[in-house]
């Protein structure tokens, strides 16, 4: 079984986030980061601090880039060069172009590529698309997710649209992923994205997105983001409606998805129990799993480059008001390599 010899690439918070996962899996660790933080890690961490992108690329198995969006495309094809998989924080690339120029490279170099696409890990939204899969929802019309946290000020990019793509991007990306996953193919979107888009952010900053999504399948789903001031708590909802009922959930009123509709077995609620291990540590374990030569993981490069495709024409949509069609199509491509 090949070794997991993790070079970390950026030492903020999403590298927090990821580094339990790895150690618990037994990977060794090394992180390179270019403003300091590395060595912050290393005092509550089983890790080494590379000097240099190349010593940390030159001595890996797998590269976790957990750096800002503009940043990943050259990181990824660096890692690939040198030999390595790579786990990529979200979005895979600002520009549907440079998700797919990571795709292929992944593909070219015999490498794999997975997206941090972690809400497909949480398990409210694993038993949400079980639900659908299974026909308890009958044929699905409409769904709703919202998404609420704090402006991520504690960074300047994330306000900088020219870097994150803003709101509709870097946060709502999740959701609009999430509403591929269950429904299919996006044709058209029309977003709106309000609030403080310009770097810097103070502490009290708010901005809001929406977007509705028509997919192939004939469902209409509308995605909805918050970043609030600090004190905002981090909430996500649903609401699905089909033929049979409803389903809902929201994580800050109760821990279960309840459905709604007819008499008999469909009207059963889904028990959600203990929510268990951790999404994050799920979504690495299955990504490790793939690297080392094991099944394929829940999300794959594209997807990662379905993605970034739907969050460029939201964001088109939101500079002229209108409704934007969405190539959503996947590539005709082996892509094997990047799963």
């Known amino acids: 079984m090949k070794r997991l010899d993790v070079a970390m690439i950026g030492a903020g918070f999403i590298a927090r986030t990821h580094l339990p996962a790895w150690i618990a899996l037994g990977a060794r660790v090394r992180v390179f980061s270019t403003d300091g933080q590395a060595a912050r890690l290393a005092e509550d961490f089983p890790i ?29 094809l660096a890692a690939f060069e040198a030999g390595a998989d790579v786990l990529c924080e979200k979005p895979l690339a600002l ?16 490498r794999q590529l997975y997206p941090g696409h972690v809400v497909r890990f949480f398990p409210a939204y694993v038993r949400l698309r079980d639900a659908i899969r299974s026909g308890a929802l ?9 998404r609420t946290g704090r402006y991520p000020t504690w960074s300047n990019w994330f306000a900088d649209t020219a870097l994150s793509g803003g709101i509709v991007t870097d946060q709502m990306l999740h959701d609009m992923d999430i509403a591929r996953w269950l429904f299919g193919d996006v044709v058209s979107i029309h977003a709106t994205q309000r609030g403080h888009l310009t770097a810097p952010a103070p502490e009290e900053a708010v ?24 004190a905002t708590p981090f909430r996500y909802t649903f609401h699905i409606a089909g033929s049979n009922g ?20 469909h009207a059963a609620g ?4 203990d929510f268990g291990e951790d999404p994050f540590a799920t979504q690495i374990r299955e990504f490790a799993t793939a690297f080392q030569g094991g099944s394929a993981p ?38 094997e390599g990047s799963r």
């Open 48 to 76: 080494t601090e590379a000097a240099t992108l190349e010593e940390a690329l030159g001595w890996a198995t797998v590269v976790d880039i957990c750096t800002p969006t503009a940043t990943h495309r050259d990181i990824a």
């Open 95 to 110: 520009a549907p172009a440079d998700a797919l120029e990571m795709a292929c490279a992944a593909d070219k170099a015999g």
């Open 138 to 146: 009958g044929r699905v019309a409409v769904a709703r997710f919202t």
């Open 207 to 230: 901005a809001t997105g929406s977007a509705t999504l028509t997919h192939a399948s004939g469902v209409i789903s509308q995605v909805l983001g918050v970043w609030g001031p600090p």
């Open 246 to 265: 409803t389903l809902t959930h929201d994580s800050l009123a109760h821990p279960s998805l309840r459905l709604i509709g007819q008499t008999g077995d």
């Open 270 to 273: 889904v028990p959600t129990g």
């Open 298 to 335: 829940r999300v794959t490069a594209l997807d990662g480059v379905a993605a970034v495709r739907i969050a460029a024409a939201a964001r088109q949509s939101v500079a002229t008001g209108l409704a934007v069609a969405v190539d959503d199509a996947c590539p005709p491509t082996s892509m």
